[in-house]
C-alpha cells in the first residue's frame, strides 16, 4: 500500500515553456504532500509543502510565482515550473503523507526535467 | 531544530561484509527517524522508521537501524550486503506529524564483488 506516482516520468522542453508535474496518490488520500527538488548527487531540497484545498507553503528561497503547486484534490498535486529555464534543469521528487499528523512520507518515482 | 549528519558520503563494502551507515540526529523533542533508499532516476524507498516503540527497528532486505538516545544515532547496518544494495542511502527525522522530513546528504553504498 502508500504507492505515490509522478508523471511524466522524464520530460524535456524548450527555455521559456511551462511544464507540469503531476503527483497522485495511488491508494490513500493524502491531504499533505511534498515536493523536492534534487541536484545530481545530493540530497533533497524541499521547495514547498502542499495541503489539499489550501495555498503551498514555500520554503525560503523559492519562487512561488515561478513553482506554482495546487492540490485541487485528495490524490492529486501539480507542479508547474512555468517559463522554465535550464537552471531549472533537475530531478522532481513529492512524497505524501497518509494522515494528518502522520510521520511517513511515501515518496514518488520522480520526473526528470531537463530545460533546452 | 532538527538536523541529522550522515558522516561519509560514500562507504564501500565488499560483498558479504557487514554494512554500516552512521547517522546521528539534532533534535528539541523525540525524534521520528527514517531511512531511505534511492536506486538510480528513482524515488525514495522507505527502508524502515523508528517511532518511539522498540529502539531496535527493523525493515526491508534485511536492514536494521538501532535508535540510541544518549548517542544520538541512529546507524543502518545490514550483516551481509549484497550487490543490488549498491545505492544513496539517507537518514531523514521528523519532529512532528505536521512538518516535512529533514534529510541528511546521502550516503552512497557501493558493493564490490
Known amino acids: 500500500g502508500a504507492v505515490v506516482s509522478q508523471h511524466p516520468s522524464r520530460v524535456i522542453c524548450k527555455s521559456g515553456t511551462s511544464v507540469k508535474i503531476e503527483c497522485r496518490s495511488l491508494?490513500?488520500?493524502?491531504?499533505?504532500m511534498f515536493w523536492y527538488r534534487q541536484f545530481p548527487k545530493k540530497s533533497l531540497m524541499l521547495m514547498a509543502t502542499?495541503?489539499?484545498?489550501?495555498?503551498?507553503?514555500?520554503e525560503q528561497g523559492v519562487e512561488k510565482d515561478k513553482f506554482l503547486i495546487n492540490h485541487a484534490s485528495l490524490t492529486l498535486s501539480t507542479l508547474t515550473v512555468t517559463s522554465a529555464h535550464p537552471e531549472d534543469s533537475s530531478f522532481y521528487i513529492c512524497s505524501a503523507r497518509v494522515a494528518v499528523g502522520a510521520y511517513t512520507q511515501y515518496f514518488g518515482p520522480g520526473t526528470r526535467l531537463t530545460v533546452l | 531544530a532538527q538536523s541529522v549528519t550522515q558522516l561519509g558520503s560514500h562507504v564501500s563494502v565488499s560483498e558479504g561484509a557487514l554494512v554500516l551507515l552512521r547517522c546521528n540526529y539534532s533534535?528539541?523533542?523525540?525524534?521520528?527517524l527514517f531511512w531511505y533508499v534511492q536506486y538510480p532516476n528513482q524515488g525514495l524507498q522507505l527502508l524502515l522508521k523508528?517511532?518511539?516503540?522498540?529502539?531496535l527497528v527493523k525493515g526491508i532486505n534485511g536492514f536494521e537501524a538501532e535508535f540510541k538516545k544518549s548517542e544520538t544515532s541512529f546507524h543502518l547496518t545490514k550483516p551481509s550486503a549484497h550487490m543490488s544494495d549498491a545505492a544513496e542511502y539517507f537518514c531523514a527525522v521528523s519532529e512532528s506529524g505536521n512538518t516535512p522530513l529533514v534529510f541528511g546528504k546521502g550516503t552512497r553504498l557501493s558493493v564490490i564483488a
Open positions: 523508528y517511532t518511539s516503540a522498540a529502539t
Open positions: 533534535s528539541s523533542v523525540p525524534p521520528y
Open positions: 502542499s495541503n489539499e484545498g489550501s495555498k503551498a507553503t514555500y
Open positions: 491508494d490513500f488520500q493524502a491531504t499533505t
